[in-house]
């Protein structure tokens, strides 16, 4: 299937510090996603995004739709505990209707 | 509050036994799937129904049957044809429809252990 680069696997941070991650792909996606899940639940979603150039904020989270259409980004700034997680990307590939999953940025914090 | 049911959270079986894992929604979303998650790995499509008494094989298939017979259920069959039952499964809904891009919304899954 496709495949959807994200990276870094994982990050061990310091509570305050900010934090990027970040998925590529060499295929057009015309929206993308980005999910949070919780050990032992489902995905919840963060930030959708819909159109190339998009910067979108959800509190401290910023994720801004790449304008080649094969990349986003995702930033948390002064991380916290609760922000300890995985984190997904996903898109839909122009002119699909499945959505396709990053292989997730796992995030620990260091108190 | 409209959301994703499924059930149960955990589930146990011995190696042989076909087991049905459950997922409800009440969100009116024409659209349902079922994800395999696991350990380390992100998520992998399963199955997809985009409307009633009709349904797509996912990338993982084998091994796997589904059935819509109501928009709110999806019903997921592990068989005994799967090789590696042992997993955490992710039943999401979405608008579907015109809105193929609409984003999915996700249950808190059923973690399925085949001994």
């Known amino acids: 299937g496709q495949q959807l680069n994200q990276s870094p696997q994982s990050m061990f941070i310091q509570e305050g510090e900010d934090v990027s991650m970040n998925c590529t792909s060499s295929s057009i996606f015309n929206t993308w996603l980005w999910y949070k899940q919780d050990p032992g639940e489902g995905p919840v979603l963060l930030i959708a995004?819909?159109?190339?150039?998009e910067l979108t904020s959800n509190g401290r989270l910023t994720a801004q739709f790449g304008t080649t259409r094969k990349d986003s980004f995702l930033n948390i700034s002064a991380s916290i505990p609760s922000d300890v997680g995985i984190y997904f990307c996903?898109?839909?590939?122009?002119?699909?209707?499945?959505?396709?999953f990053g292989q997730g940025t796992r995030l620990t914090i260091n108190p | 509050d409209g959301g994703i049911t499924q059930s149960p959270k955990y589930l146990f079986r011995k190696e042989g036994q076909n087991v049905t894992l459950s997922c409800e929604q009440n969100?009116?979303?024409?659209?349902m799937y079922w994800y395999r998650q696991d350990p380390g790995q992100g998520l992998r499509l399963i199955y997809y129904s985009q409307i009633v008494n009709d349904f797509q094989k996912g990338d993982i298939a084998e091994g796997y049957s589904v059935s819509r017979e109501k928009k709110e259920s999806f019903p997921l069959t592990v068989t005994s044809a799967q090789k590696n039952p042992t997993a955490f499964y992710l039943c999401?809904?979405?608008?579907?429809?015109?809105?193929?891009?609409?984003?999915?919304?996700f249950g808190n899954g059923t973690r399925l252990t085949v001994t």
């Open positions: 969100l009116n979303h024409d659209a």
């Open positions: 996903a898109g839909f590939l122009q002119g699909a209707q499945k959505l396709v």
């Open positions: 995004l819909y159109k190339a150039g």
């Open positions: 999401a809904s979405s608008m579907g429809g015109n809105s193929y891009n609409s984003p999915l919304h």
